[in-house]
């Protein structure tokens, strides 16, 4: 990949160049017009010079036949370039100027005009006066005058070719010097330890650079609450982990020590618990990093809500904690347009919660929101206090109602899931007691159906 700094060296490069290319081609028009237009003023006041010499009495003078012997060239002060031609209105050629063709240099009578004679290109000025009956032609070589033209531009463009280099130069160094700050931030970033994270210094920093800098301190800023959040959690897990494992370990020592049957099942049956636990909050912990990560892209599909309630319902296993789920009437063809995963991993942490949370005998009803858009679920536990339900999504949060089996991941779970599908989570009491939890997820499909309580219009979750 090209470097910053060469990427501009070109681009300045380059357009010095076309500047320099422009500025020439004016200066190439602009000197040529202006060098023609006073070689064409000197070719006329030559030419009326050589009209003011001539008089009446020297030309009478001069026989049929003759011709003066020369026309002084450095009284024109064009020698050796200027060329004057004295012809009679008849035809005759009075006199010429030394080097001046024999030929006319133009047939016509008065003003500019451009001949070729002897195969050489010529720009001529004559003046007729009937009264003295001649006819005065002044004229140059345009090769000449190109080559005066051509000299003068390459003396103004010559040092060009020593300037661009010089320039270049100066642009190099320019870059190196300008670029310089890019240069000092690159070098204190790869020396930097991978765990530092601190804000990179904005002191001398130029006004172009602040926005990286500022994207670069945010980005870190980013990375540093994530790894303090990778080590809350691995901190958690293995705190939340510890504890079922060492009672894995100290009712398996029971059970092999013990004699009464009955001491050896209960301590089998603390052992099966304990590896409830332990599965339920591995299961949470890898549906959050799941979650998270946000690198799969969302399968959105339209899903069956009573397939899966069915399904998550049977897995939970409600009736070992002697908890009865209901589903309403409503919920009859009921699809919601979601991602399969996330909404399974919402509707059981729900379910599983309730029924944490729920006396013995009491109840979990299911049904659809009145739009058909989402789900409610409530339960027949104790409730929320109103002061802990803005926390209760917060992970690893566990209120005061906990019965302390709980990870404090389920409702975070959920929270982060409609997050993600774009819906939302919404916790509340019921009047009657109990919590009422409100998952919106999106488009639902279906005819609309009003609103009705779990307490009429249901059946068993069998």
């Known amino acids: 990949m090209m470097s910053l700094r060469r ?110 004679i002897g195969g050489e290109s010529w720009r001529v000025y004559a003046i007729e006066d009937a009264a003295k009956g001649i006819r005065v032609l002044v004229g140059d070589r345009l090769g000449l005058r190109h080559k005066l033209i051509s000299d003068l531009i390459f003396a103004l463009l010559s040092p060009t070719v020593l300037v661009l ?75 939340e982990l510890k504890t079922p494992l060492s009672g894995l370990k100290t009712q398996a020592q029971i059970a092999q020590i013990a004699v009464d049957p009955e001491t050896r099942d209960r301590a089998l049956q603390q052992i ?27 399968d959105r599909e339209n899903v069956d809500v009573q397939a899966v309630l069915a ?31 996330l909404l399974e991993i919402s509707i059981r ?13 009491g109840t979990i009803c299911w049904r659809a929101t009145a739009d058909r858009t989402g789900l409610i679920v409530e339960d027949s536990g104790p409730g929320i206090p109103e002061a802990e339900i803005a926390r209760i999504p917060t992970r690893f949060y566990r209120g005061s109602n906990s019965r302390g089996n709980g990870s404090g991941l389920g409702l975070a779970i959920v929270d982060l899931a409609m997050r993600r599908l774009g819906g939302r989570l919404r916790i509340e009491n019921r009047e009657s007691g109990g919590t009422r939890v409100t998952l919106t997820v999106g488009s639902g499909l279906g005819a609309e159906t009003r609103t009705m309580t779990c307490n009429a219009h249901v059946r068993d979750a069998q």
């Not at 006041?45 to 003759?66: K, N, P, Q, Y």
């Not at 099966?272 to 690198?295: C, K, N, P, W, Y």
């Open 272 to 298: 099966v618990h304990s590896v409830d636990r332990t599965a339920r909050l591995v299961r949470q912990l890898l549906a959050l990093a799941h979650i998270e990560s946000g690198h799969q892209a969302l």
């Open 165 to 239: 280099p010089l320039i270049g130069m100066m642009i190099w160094g320019s870059l190196g010097q300008g670029l310089r700050p890019l240069s000092a931030l690159a070098e204190s970033l790869r020396v930097r330890d991978a765990s530092d994270m601190r804000a990179v210094s904005l002191e001398n920093a130029p006004r172009e650079v602040v926005p990286l800098v500022d994207a670069l301190n945010d980005l870190f800023a980013r990375l540093e609450q994530a790894r303090n959040h990778e080590r809350d959690v691995t901190a958690f897990a293995a705190h």
């Open 349 to 361: 942490n729900l379910q599983e919660n309730a029924a944490a949370f729920s006396p013995a005998g």
């Open 7 to 116: 990427r501009l060296f070109i681009v300045l490069v380059l357009a010095t160049g076309a500047i320099w290319l422009s500025a020439s081609a004016w200066i190439y028009f602009r000197t040529t017009g202006e060098v023609d237009h006073v070689l064409d003023t000197r070719l006329q006041e030559a030419a009326r010079m050589v009209h003011s010499l001539v008089s009446s009495d020297a030309l009478s003078a001069l026989g049929e036949g003759r011709q003066a012997q020369l026309i002084p060239a450095q009284a024109i002060g064009y020698e050796r370039q200027l060329s004057c031609q004295i012809w009679s209105i008849d035809g005759r050629l009075i006199g010429r100027s030394s080097g001046a063709p024999e030929h006319a240099l133009s047939e016509q009578s008065s003003g500019f005009s451009e001949h070729t």
């Open 311 to 341: 399904r998550v319902i049977a897995d939970v296993g409600e009736a070992s904690q002697a908890v009865s789920t209901t589903l309403h009437e409503n919920l009859r063809d009921l699809k919601l347009s979601a991602d399969p995963a």
